[in-house]
């Protein structure tokens, strides 16, 4: 069993009026939402671990992840707002309007669900939660916790809008990132985490270091990973563009979907990864992204999609 543990949220979708003018449409989203439902859509046993509110919102968030697939148990409903997201979709990366203080995804602690039964093989953490205590601090002692019991995933999927303490942001992605088997950054992540800095220097620093599997995201330009093996790149497929919310999150989905197909997503296996299965998973991402891309908002496909 893969466990996503984060963020959930409501994005507010540009939509066309009937009467003219733009309107918003509420969707399931937030990023690690998002990839727990691209999950359970490719068939795989996946929980999502994170606060969920009471509210409406809430309800409409923990309906979309059951119907999905995607295991609740460690899922509480807590008495706290739905994070809001309005989205402003341009010609690169979507941006984003937040609503997130206080929330019911920041308000979630460890003691709040349950310990990770024997059988999660895979424990993936991002985005909004990574980037402010007193939730981004029991996301890193989770990490610490399960170190060397199962495969550990970082996706920062970095919000530079709400990051308002970078220099303290960066230091506690850098202990995460010591902590990871997985470490999935995109171009735009990089660039803000490490400006000026090489990509390929920082990736193979991180397998040095013990990371086993290290990947960066170009969009359009496909994606590189590293192993201990080596280096290797996939192109992306032709697409005609609608837009690009929830697109890497779908790429991590499919990703370690593959990595957890190819029974290489424990502990202990990971480890001997080469390029020819990290070349798969990419390859899988990057189909699966593109689909996403290809519809409105974060909607990425089902197994019978792609003939799984």
Not at 37 to 65: H, K, N, P, Q, Y
Not at 152 to 162: H, I, K
Not at 204 to 219: C, E, K, N, Y
Not at 270 to 294: F, K, N, P, Y
């Amino acid at each position: 069993m893969i466990i996503i543990c984060g963020d959930s949220l409501i994005d507010f979708i540009p939509a066309p009026l009937a009467e003219g003018g733009v309107g918003y449409r509420p969707a399931p989203g937030g990023s690690c939402r998002n990839i727990a439902s691209g999950l359970g859509r490719l068939g795989a046993e996946v929980g999502f671990m994170g606060g969920i509110s009471t509210d409406f919102f809430g309800d409409l968030i923990a309906s979309s992840l059951a119907a999905d697939g995607v295991d609740l148990g460690y899922a509480p409903r807590l008495p706290h707002a739905s994070t809001l997201a309005f989205v402003q979709l341009g010609a690169d990366e979507p941006a984003y309007a937040f609503y997130d203080d206080p929330s019911a995804h920041r308000a979630w602690t460890r003691q709040a669900s349950p310990r990770l039964a024997d059988r999660v093989s895979a424990l993936h953490v991002g985005s909004l939660s990574l980037i402010a205590p007193p939730i981004a601090d029991e996301i890193l002692a989770l990490m610490g916790e399960n170190k060397g019991q199962r495969v550990l995933s970082v996706d920062p999927n970095c919000r530079p809008s709400l990051t308002h303490d970078l220099e303290g942001y960066r230091a506690r992605l850098a202990r995460m990132f010591a902590l990871a088997d997985i470490i999935k950054l995109s171009q735009a992540d990089f660039d803000f985490l490490h400006p000026g800095q090489d990509s390929r220097q920082a990736a193979q620093g991180w397998i040095a270091a013990g990371a086993s599997l290290v990947i960066l995201t170009r969009g359009g330009e496909g994606a590189t990973a590293w192993t201990r093996e080596g280096e290797v790149s996939v192109a992306a497929p032709a697409v005609r563009v609608v837009d690009t919310v929830g697109a890497g999150d779908s790429f991590i989905a499919a990703t370690l979907f593959e990595l957890d197909r190819s029974r290489l997503l424990g502990v202990g296996t990971l480890d001997r990864i080469g390029i020819a299965e990290a070349q798969a998973a990419l390859r899988l991402g990057v189909a699966v992204a593109a689909i996403t891309c290809s519809r409105v908002g974060a909607d990425p496909p089902w197994a019978a999609e792609l003939g799984l």
